[in-house]
């Protein structure tokens, strides 16, 4: 499956984003999804993840009660929204996806990466 990340750009603190991930060339549904993060020089980091159902989403303790992930299989579509960024938020975001039904908060499992967009939490 390809994948296309978009959605980023530059906000204010307390702002909102909504990320998309655009999926093709695979069957959708059968893929668990994820979002992770990367700064220059640091590893990528987990954000959130869901599974095939969108039934079940993991979050990272830092997006907790700020940010939502959600699906739509129909549209072959992926979110995140993010309420209340902080200037730590700033970074390059991926969505992943892998073949296996279940939430994964580490980055191994997901066979497939978008290119990243940017988001930039700034005054």
């Known amino acids: 499956v390809q994948l296309q990340a978009s959605g980023g750009g530059l906000v204010q603190p307390g702002g909102s984003l909504r990320l998309s991930c655009a999926a093709s060339g695979g069957t959708f549904d059968r893929y668990g999804m994820g979002w992770f993060r990367q700064t220059p020089g640091n590893e990528r980091e987990f954000v959130a993840a869901?599974?095939?159902?969108?039934?079940?989403?993991m979050y990272a303790e830092f997006v907790k009660g700020r940010s939502t992930i959600s699906r739509d299989n129909a549209k072959n579509m992926m979110y995140l929204q993010m309420n209340n960024l902080k200037p730590e938020d700033t970074a390059v975001y991926y969505c992943?996806?892998?073949?296996?039904?279940?939430?994964?908060?580490?980055?191994?499992?997901?066979?497939?990466w978008g290119q990243g967009t940017q988001v930039t939490v700034s005054s």
């Open positions: 869901i599974d095939w159902t969108g039934a079940r989403t």
């Open positions: 992943a996806a892998k073949q296996t039904w279940s939430v994964v908060a580490i980055p191994e499992p997901y066979e497939n």
